[in-house]
């Protein structure tokens, strides 16, 4: 399954941050998934929950934003939204055109648990009154 191997790397990317900022584990994930990325957001989430077993992301939620399919259009400069399997400019018909978004698999935002801070104790007792 091409999306095991794709959440596997997500986890490494994941460990790494946690190491890199001191964090206890991940709280959250958000993946952009462009629509000719070649990934179904829902296959993704499942592999997530098989590959975050026994790491740091065992416990994080995870969210995906599908990222719509977009050109530039050499011919006369609009860059505009189209259908994955039509990448022509909706303005003027040209088919030379420049993908602009909508091949993306991006690791778009991480909410980490950084760890709790050390209890401070602190003395409670009342100064004495002057006579």
């Not at 462009?34 to 975050?52: D, I, N, Q, T, W």
């Not at 990222?67 to 399997?85: F, H, I, Q, W, Y």
């Amino acid at each position: 399954m091409h999306e095991l191997s794709l959440c596997e790397d997500i986890i490494d990317q994941l460990t790494a941050l946690t190491r890199r900022h001191g964090a206890k584990g991940v709280a959250r994930v958000s993946v952009r998934i462009g629509a000719l990325a070649g990934v179904e957001p829902m296959l993704l989430e499942h592999a997530f929950r098989s590959a975050c077993i026994d790491t740091v992301a065992e416990r994080a939620e995870f969210h995906t934003e599908w990222v719509k399919t977009r050109v530039s259009c050499l011919a006369c400069g609009m860059d505009a939204e189209t259908a994955p399997n039509d990448l022509r400019c909706p303005a003027c018909g040209s088919h030379d055109t420049k993908l602009t978004r909508g091949e993306e698999l991006t690791l778009a935002s991480v909410e980490l648990l950084l760890p709790e801070p050390d209890p401070v104790s602190l003395d409670c007792v009342p100064a004495p009154r002057g006579h």
